[in-house]
């Protein structure tokens, strides 16, 4: 068997319409003809809108770009990342940026079956980076490739939920860590608090965060870190607990720290525009945001190429956008993706084509 146990293909039987388990060694492609699409599991999971990102990076229509050259900018545990190479062909790549590296090597094995498990015609070159995806530019420049498509999932995965150990979460206790990276240089959530000052504090709290009592948060946290340093997510957890009876404070406070410490606005603000920059006419790239904070970026940056020109003096068109959304509003789970993954509650899928 090449899966792992936790890890398991369900085929959509569209004459059935259910998914079942799928148990063959292969897939072929070409006469399933779309109507199986793989759902991969991680610890009972589906990546969060799996079928519709695959629906909506569209690497089978007419007009798609050849070869397809697929960057994932978000690797995570390759969970997104299996159902795409499933749909590529040898003449295709397949790239898959992480930047952290117990998720990458773990991604790397589940890869390294399903490639196994494909013919050579259905085997699509892959590349694994250890890198951030703001470096997409000189990562796609050194592998010698323009993307085609482009697929960034952000924040946190499974596994940084689930693992105290690396401080992500105040669910379980850990040390107040909070880094994708640590073999870099990246200050811990510890370290950063260590340093940051109040003024800047209080503005990641309200913009980062959209904690709605910054100032006073931001003097709390900071004058008790002085006093005892925080060791711990516990310690961190309990203090906004002695300021906030809000528990929803604990996850503002955590999310805007968390965001700070991996700099993640600033890779988003610099490694989208790049793709963008990038796309041949046909190319798509998709973005989950989970917070309503990563979505107004993601929404931003996709209006500044979704516009057309306007002439002053018409009215009329000059110049046609870029780019247009596959949908107008984003993409939200089905109520039965949110019940089976409650983590995909707050997921938003926002998709673009080039269009010239
Ligand atoms: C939501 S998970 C992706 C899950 C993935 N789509 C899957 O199906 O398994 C987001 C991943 O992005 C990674 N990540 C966060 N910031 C990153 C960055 N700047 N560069 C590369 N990877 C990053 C995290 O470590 C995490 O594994």
Redesign the pocket.
């Known amino acids: 068997m090449f899966f792992l146990a936790s890890f398991e293909i369900f085929v959509w039987r569209e004459n059935e319409n259910q998914y079942s388990r799928f148990n063959g060694r292969n897939s072929d492609k070409n006469s399933t003809n779309f109507e199986q699409i793989m759902i991969e599991q991680?610890d009972g999971h589906v990546?969060v809108l799996y079928r519709e990102v695959l629906e909506h990076l569209s690497l089978d229509q007419d007009g798609t770009p050849q070869p397809r050259i697929v960057v994932?900018?978000?690797?995570?545990?390759?969970?997104?990342?299996i159902g795409i190479i499933r749909s590529l062909r040898c003449d295709d790549r397949f790239i898959g940026?992480?930047?952290?590296a117990a998720?990458l090597e773990e991604?790397r094995n589940r890869i390294d079956a399903v490639l196994d498990s494909l013919s050579p015609a259905n085997r699509p070159r892959v590349d694994l980076v250890h890198?951030?995806?703001?470096h997409v530019q000189s990562i796609c420049t050194k592998l010698g490739v323009i993307p085609t498509h482009a697929l960034y999932?952000?924040?946190?995965?499974s596994r940084?939920a689930d693992d105290g150990d690396r401080g992500f979460t105040w669910r379980f206790p850990g040390p107040l860590d909070m880094r994708?990276d640590r073999t870099g240089r990246l200050p811990t959530a510890k370290e950063w608090l260590s340093t940051v000052d109040i003024e800047r504090f209080t503005s990641i709290l309200r913009e980062y965060g959209e904690e709605p009592h910054a100032y006073g948060m931001a003097k709390h946290l900071l004058a008790e870190h002085a006093n005892t340093p925080f060791e711990t997510t516990a310690d961190l957890a309990a203090s906004v607990s002695r300021r906030s009876r809000d528990r929803k404070s604990i996850l503002r406070v955590f999310q805007a720290v968390r965001i700070a410490v991996?700099g993640?606005f600033d890779?988003m603000r610099t490694s989208i525009p790049e793709i963008l920059g990038r796309l041949p006419v046909g190319g798509r790239i998709s973005v989950i945001s989970f917070h309503s904070v990563e979505d107004r970026i993601v929404k931003h940056l996709f209006a500044e190429v979704t516009a057309d020109e306007i002439d002053n003096l018409t009215g009329r068109t000059s110049k046609e956008a870029p780019y247009r959304k596959t949908t107008r509003k984003p993409v939200v789970p089905t109520d039965a993706e949110i019940t089976e993954n409650p983590r995909a509650r707050s997921a938003k899928l926002r998709t673009l084509v080039r269009i010239n």
């Open positions: 991680i990546p994932d900018c978000t690797l995570g545990l390759g969970g997104h990342a940026i992480e930047w952290d998720n991604a890198d951030s995806y703001a999932d952000l924040g946190i995965s940084h994708y991996n993640e890779s």
